[in-house]
């Protein structure tokens, strides 16, 4: 990695030939605007999943929620799967139904919905009944597949590479 130039709040590096600028202070909300790169492939055998790092050593991948595809950052920091509220509109998620909470973030505490997910897949991997979140999209800029899914899962790092291998 080289740092080609520093401009105010924001930095442009380059990576193994590819050029990106940065934010300094956004961190993965400035990279989660732009779709991920396709970075997911299948690991051999059924139900597991292999991730590649981005250039800051992030993990993002496509997950369906209830049918509907979106970006997620893989968040082990995250206790549940966490999703803003456009998102939980799109993927019928009923939130006048839902349990209102407050819930302590990195950003501090934010008013959310604790709501459960029919389903979550990520490739071949898929849970059923999954816990979540749900909070206003101007405190939330990318969703989190957080580890009220990945506890359902096998996961070993290496380099650059997560697999994920579905337990149950």
Known sequence: MRVISVQGDRVTIEVEGQRRTLKVGLGDAFAARRPPPDNAKQASGHGSMVLTADARGHFSTQVEVNGVSSSFLVDTGASVVTLSSSLARR????????????????????????????????????????????????KLPFALLGMSFLNRMDMHREGDSLTLLQRY
């Open 91 to 138: 993927a019928n998620i009923d939130l006048e139904r839902a349990t209102p909470i407050t819930i302590s973030t990195a950003n501090g505490r934010a008013q959310a919905y604790r709501v459960v997910l029919n389903s979550v897949k990520v490739g071949s991997l898929s849970a059923h009944l999954v816990e979540a979140v749900v909070i206003e999209d101007a």
